[in-house]
C-alpha cells in the first residue's frame, strides 16, 4: 500500500482497485442516514479534493461521525469508479485515522462558507485552507518555477544580491533602516560604531549590485525579497515584495524590450499549462476576464511607442483623465490602461523625460530623454520597467551629485574598466501573480503580507 497525493489520483496517475492512503483535511463532511459517510479530503497538492466513503461497518465509526470541516484525517481504501456528480473516482475507506480534530467546531474561523477577503486576512494563518488561497499559494509556486526555468533555459546566471545595503538605488528615500545600535533620534548616531561602521538600509532593488556581475558573465539576474518604507494603504502596495531583475551586456534598450516580451510570453505560457485548474478557478470566481488577458500576452505582438508620442495619443483622446497628460508628467495608470486598450495589445513605452527617471537610465542624443521603458498590460497598466544603463563614465558622473559619487565608487568604476552598453529591467513578482490570478489586492498575493500597523503574522 503507497501513500498518494490527490493530484495524482485526481489525474488518474493511480491504477483503479489500488489499495492506497492518502492524508489530508476535510473540507467537508456529509453524513447520510443510510450508516455512510462522506469525506472530502484535501491536501494542497491540486485544487480538486478527493471524496472518501466511510461505512458504518468500520469500527469508529462513531467517531468518524463526530468529525467536521478542517479535520486532518488519514484514510486507506480502494481506489473506485465513481457515480457522483463531479468526480470519475473515489476511496471506499476501509481505515480513517483522525489525526487532529478541529476544537470548538462552532467557533472555527473558516468553517465551509463563502468570507469575505477582508475577513481573511484577519485569519492570514488559516486562509491556506481556502479554495482562493490555495490557487494563489500554487501560482506562485508555478510562476517562480517558471521564472527560474525560463532563464536557465537562456544561460542567465542567478545571482544573489544583498539584502542589506549601503545605497539607496533608486534615490526615493524610503528605505528601512538596519541598526544594532539603540537611539531615538537619527542625527545623534555615530554610525561608525554601528555594526557595519555606516548607514545601512534593507534593499529597495538589486539592480546595481546585479550590474557587476553582468558585465562578467554577461547575462545574469536577480529574484529576491526587497522593501519600501512607503506608508501606503493601498491595494497595489506592500513594504516587502519580491523582484525579478535580470541584467543583460552588449544590448540596447531594444534588446531590453525583446527580452521582457519574449519574458512575459513564455512564463505566461507555461503557467497555464502548470497550473490550468487554478487558472480555471480565477477565470470563474474572481475575474472572468483572466483567460482573455493572459492569451492576449502570450498571443499579440507588444505595440512599441515612444513617450512623446504616448502623451499625444493621450492628449487627442475623447476621454476624460484624472490625472493631467503633458509632456514631462509620469503616466498614471489611467492613461496605461488607455494605452492598452487603443492598441488592443499589450504596449511598450520607451524614452522618457529624463527629468522623471533615475540616474542611472542611459542619456539620448537628444539630453532630455532617457532609454528607458514601461511594459504595459491590458487591464492593469505598467507590469514591467526598464532601460538601458548609461555605460559613459562622464555622463554617469553628470546625474549624480557629490554625495552618490562617494557611495558609489564602485559602480563608476564599472565603466572605468571594460565597460558595455547594458541593459535590464525589474518586474514585482506579487504584481505579476496579481496580474495572472485577476485578484485585486496584492495583500492577497504575499503568504505573509508587510503593510504599514501590521508584521504581526
Not at 541584467?247 to 512564463?267: G, P, Q, R, T, Y
Amino acid at each position: 500500500m503507497s501513500t498518494h497525493t490527490i493530484r495524482e489520483i485526481l489525474q488518474n496517475e493511480v491504477a483503479i482497485d489500488s489499495t492506497v492512503a492518502v492524508n489530508g483535511w476535510l473540507r467537508s463532511v456529509r453524513h447520510s442516514k443510510g450508516g455512510f459517510s462522506f469525506l472530502a479530503i484535501h491536501d494542497g497538492s491540486s485544487f480538486g479534493h478527493l471524496q472518501a466513503v466511510a461505512d458504518g461497518s468500520l469500527s469508529n465509526y462513531a467517531d468518524i461521525q463526530s468529525l467536521t470541516t478542517g479535520a486532518a484525517v488519514r484514510i486507506i481504501g480502494t481506489l473506485v469508479e465513481s457515480q457522483g456528480r463531479g468526480q470519475d473516482r473515489e476511496l471506499q475507506a476501509t481505515d480513517v485515522q483522525i489525526v487532529g480534530r478541529v476544537a470548538e467546531p462552532d467557533q472555527y474561523p473558516i468553517a465551509k462558507k463563502r468570507h469575505t477577503f477582508e475577513y481573511l486576512r484577519t485569519v492570514a494563518h488559516l486562509r491556506p485552507r481556502t479554495n482562493t488561497f490555495g490557487a494563489i499559494a500554487r501560482l506562485r509556486h508555478a510562476t517562480s518555477i517558471a521564472i527560474h526555468e525560463y532563464f536557465h533555459s537562456r544561460e542567465f546566471v542567478w545571482i544573489s544580491t544583498p539584502i542589506i545595503t549601503a545605497s539607496d538605488c533608486e534615490g526615493a528615500g524610503d528605505l528601512f533602516r538596519v541598526s544594532t545600535l539603540e537611539t531615538a533620534n537619527r542625527d545623534q548616531i555615530d554610525y561608525t560604531d554601528d555594526f557595519f561602521g555606516q548607514e545601512t538600509f534593507l534593499t529597495v532593488s538589486g539592480q546595481l549590485n546585479v550590474e557587476s556581475f553582468c558585465l562578467a558573465l554577461s547575462r545574469v539576474y536577480t529574484f529576491g525579497p526587497t522593501f519600501r518604507a512607503e506608508n501606503s494603504n493601498t491595494s497595489r502596495h506592500l513594504a516587502e515584495f519580491w523582484m525579478v531583475e535580470p541584467e543583460i551586456a552588449f544590448a540596447s534598450l531594444k534588446e531590453n524590450a525583446d527580452l521582457a516580451e519574449d519574458f512575459l510570453k513564455c512564463v505566461f505560457t507555461s503557467i497555464i499549462k502548470a497550473v490550468p485548474e487554478d487558472i480555471d478557478f480565477f477565470q470563474q470566481r474572481i475575474d472572468k476576464q483572466v483567460g482573455a488577458r493572459i492569451q492576449q500576452v502570450i498571443e499579440r505582438p507588444f505595440v512599441r511607442i515612444d513617450y512623446t508620442d504616448a502623451i499625444a495619443e493621450l492628449q487627442k483622446a475623447t476621454k476624460e483623465f484624472e490625472f493631467p497628460v503633458e509632456w514631462g508628467l509620469d503616466l498614471q495608470s489611467e492613461h496605461e490602461r488607455y494605452l492598452t486598450e487603443i492598441a488592443d495589445a499589450p504596449v511598450i513605452v520607451t524614452n522618457y523625460p529624463a527629468g522623471i527617471k533615475a540616474f542611472y537610465m542611459r542619456l539620448n542624443d537628444d539630453e532630455k530623454t532617457v532609454a528607458a521603458m514601461d511594459v504595459l498590460v491590458p487591464g492593469v497598466g505598467e507590469i514591467i520597467g526598464g532601460s538601458q544603463r548609461e555605460e559613459r563614465l562622464d555622463v554617469l558622473d553628470a546625474r549624480m551629485n557629490d554625495e552618490m559619487r562617494d557611495e558609489l565608487w564602485w559602480y563608476r568604476e564599472l565603466r572605468k574598466y571594460g565597460t558595455v552598453p547594458h541593459a535590464g529591467f525589474g518586474v514585482g513578482f506579487e504584481r505579476l501573480v496579481l496580474y495572472l490570478s485577476g485578484m485585486e489586492n496584492i495583500r492577497d498575493i504575499a503568504p505573509f503580507p508587510r503593510v504599514p500597523k501590521n508584521a504581526s503574522f
